[in-house]
């Protein structure tokens, strides 16, 4: 093994998703974890971008966040505590997470050239646009002297690294901007430091700064050399729709939710679906409502796509393979006064909600985002 990563292949899966709500990321970092700890599984790389989402590590304190809950909640930032090292950080979109998901019994019990591997991989991704980024002692991450970039600057992060080790698998990972929102980053003591900024790709570059995806495609290549990782096939996730079904009520806009039955869940919910091979989402998203409620309406995108572990327990599978599904939001405008017919295999009960209500029914992030799409656009129309 080399001083900076790994050098011996090692045999791994790279799962590169687009959104994933923080709550779900925890859940599949879970199930990825206890499926790697088994003899014989490959190691896991996910890739993804995530809501707007301040996470406080095991050295945090809350007065590492300045700004109070219900001013958080309106700007749409939520706030998790997790088991990774560190301190206060923040993840959003135009950021790139990597979560390297990694059994280093065997002959890698060597956290420190991990932590080394993704460092560099994150080093040399700034190099390719033309940004030099280094170590800082005693300051886990990389940083950028900003001053070579504009008149004032001073050492600022680019990229940070929380881990966390259990029976030596590893977890979280790595944060690595490109063009995140940075005022969000001015609400809280990032990382622990007082004294220093943070930076992206794009702060740095301006207009010459790489879309996400070419800066993903490169931190994806480099993350795969310095952990040696030896790629192996994947399941691509299934698809799936979500059309959030309402009308025009006598107080307002009211949604359907629907009560799954116990067999498939026994949570509420309103129209989802999967999608059948040769659909578009749009034909799935209209044949999901009628064959759920014998309903047709006027379908908008809502401009979401999130993607999730499938929990086996819920959607049982032949085989012990970890699933993942991508599911493509819509809402569906019906009419006031058309009845509902539910498919009794589906759901046992329906009911209008408002849209408060609605929301405090709903068990997954991805549907209460849906719901304030929704919420926005109706406001706005």
Not at 277 to 298: C, I, K, N
Request: charged share 25%.
């Amino acid at each position: 093994m080399s001083e900076i990563g790994f050098s011996t292949l090692h045999p791994a899966q790279l799962r590169r998703f687009g959104r994933v709500f923080y709550p779900a990321g925890l859940r599949l970092q879970k199930a990825l974890s206890a499926h790697v700890s088994q003899d014989g599984k490959p190691d896991q790389l996910v890739i993804l971008e995530h809501d707007p989402v301040f996470t406080l590590g095991r050295n945090a304190t809350p007065a590492d966040i300045h700004m109070s809950d219900d001013f958080l909640a309106a700007q749409g930032v939520s706030v998790h505590r997790t088991d990774r090292g560190g301190e206060v950080t923040y993840h959003g979109p135009g950021q790139i997470v990597a979560y390297p998901i990694c059994n280093l019994r065997g002959g890698r019990e060597d956290v420190g050239r991990l932590v080394r591997g993704l460092e560099e991989a994150m080093i040399r991704t700034a190099a390719d646009f033309g940004v030099v980024a280094d170590r800082l002692k005693g300051a886990p991450g990389i940083w950028v002297d900003t001053a070579r970039y504009r008149t004032g600057g001073g050492l600022e992060k680019l990229g940070a690294i929380g881990l966390h080790l259990s029976r030596w698998i590893t977890t979280h990972g790595i944060a690595f901007n490109v063009r995140p929102n940075l005022d969000h980053f001015r609400w809280i003591t990032p990382c622990g430091f007082t004294d220093k900024g943070v930076c992206s790709l794009a702060s740095l570059l301006g207009e010459a700064a790489p879309s996400l995806e070419a800066a993903t495609d490169r931190l994806q290549a480099h993350l795969t050399a310095c952990l040696a990782l030896d790629l192996q096939p994947v399941r691509e996730p299934s698809r799936s729709v979500s059309a959030m079904t309402w009308r025009r009520g006598p107080a307002g806009p009211e949604v359907l939710m629907m009560l799954r039955v116990p067999e498939h869940g026994l949570w509420w919910q309103s129209v989802t679906g999967m999608m059948e091979p040769g659909e578009t989402p749009e034909e799935t998203a209209h044949r999901e409502l009628m064959e759920e409620t014998g309903l047709s309406g006027t379908l908008r995108p809502l401009g979401l796509s999130h993607s999730f572990w499938v929990d086996p327990a819920i959607v049982r599978f032949p085989d012990a393979e970890p699933r993942f599904n991508t599911e493509i939001c819509f809402s569906m405008e019906v009419a006031p006064e058309a009845p509902v017919r539910l498919e009794p295999l589906e759901h046992s009960e329906c009911k209008w909600c408002g849209l408060k209500e609605a929301h405090d029914l709903m068990k997954w992030e991805g549907s209460k985002a849906a719901l304030k799409l929704l919420e926005t656009w109706l406001a706005q129309a």
